[in-house]
Nanobody, 127 residues
């Protein structure tokens, strides 16, 4: 059974950067498309970024485009989300998720329909 564990969250000030990591145990992630999702306080889950299994394609929500970068290291069985220029709107619990279908990452994940989910990690941006 594969487990996803997020790390790297915390409390930062507006304008700062954070690098989130999602590490997998129990199986390889190399066959999975991966995504980052977030749920701001009192709001619905939203898609943040996605990456294909081979890392040849990446996708971003308009709200983070140009500030966030998703990457993966299949050799280390992990993905990352480099977040720059953080603002208060980025405050949320961030989850990584995996599915063999990149389409689910892009269109279904916000509704929970992914094969694997991490428990999430809190990112708080103070102004």
């Amino acid at each position: 059974q594969v487990h996803l564990i997020e790390s790297g969250g915390g409390l930062v000030q507006a304008g700062d950067s954070l690098n989130l990591t999602c590490a997998a145990s129990g199986d390889t992630l190399s066959n999975y498309a991966m995504g980052w999702f977030r749920q701001p306080p009192g709001k619905e889950r939203e898609f943040v970024a996605g990456i294909s299994w081979s890392a040849d394609r990446s996708y971003y929500a308009d709200s983070v485009k140009g500030r966030f970068t998703i990457s993966r290291d299949n050799g280390k069985n992990s993905i990352h989300l480099q977040m720059n220029g953080l603002n208060s709107g980025d405050t949320a619990v961030y989850h990584c998720a995996a599915d063999t279908n990149i389409g689910k990452v892009l269109w279904v994940g916000v509704h929970g329909g992914m094969e694997l989910w991490g428990k999430g990690i809190l990112v708080t941006v103070s102004t």
